[in-house]
């Protein structure tokens, strides 16, 4: 009995895990080389930014459009492998104009994804607006900030894996 219990357990996971697209048929896991391929339009990016888990933007698109507006993509890399794709305004808009773009990128993001798990807006000083959605194992997130009336809006759209180091221990 314990040795078709074991045999159980390790075919179950000899099973691959089918890969997590993040944007655009864009995987999780994919290399530099994979990413250039799938966008003909993509570029090696001279001066990576680094976000705070170590993964760099390695690769990016300068220009493409999301809800009539202009957008970089950056593909983040740890290790070699694609760990997320962040979409970013790059046109400069100032203060409650981001609010407007916000709306609309939250309306085409519930026309594909569906209601979002979580909506936040906080105003004042620091506005600050977010949403996110969950479809295992990739989380989706929109994040709009500025500061004052008139402070340059951030506006991001984070496609990410997320799964927890320890999870195997649950």
Request: charged fraction near 20%.
């Amino acid at each position: 009995m314990l040795r078709v219990v074991i045999a159980l357990i390790a075919f179950l996971f000899a099973i691959p895990v089918e890969a997590s697209e993040l944007w655009r048929g864009a995987t999780a896991g994919e290399t530099i080389d994979q990413i250039l391929a799938r966008f003909p339009e993509a570029r090696r990016n001279s001066a990576p930014s680094t976000l705070g888990s170590g993964a760099k933007c390695e690769v990016h698109i300068p220009s493409i459009e999301v809800v009539r507006r202009p957008f970089e993509a950056c593909f983040y890399f740890e290790d070699g492998r694609l760990a997320q794709v962040t979409l970013s305004l790059s046109q400069e808009i100032k203060g409650h104009s981001g609010n407007l773009a916000f709306d609309e990128v939250l309306e085409a993001l519930r026309s594909r994804y569906g209601s979002e798990s979580n909506l936040q807006r906080k105003g004042g000083l620091l506005t600050q607006h977010s949403a996110d959605w969950y479809r295992p194992p990739v989380n989706i997130s929109l994040i709009m900030i500025y500061v004052g009336r008139d402070g340059e809006v951030v506006l991001n759209i984070n496609y990410q894996t997320r799964v927890a180091k320890d999870s195997a221990n649950l």
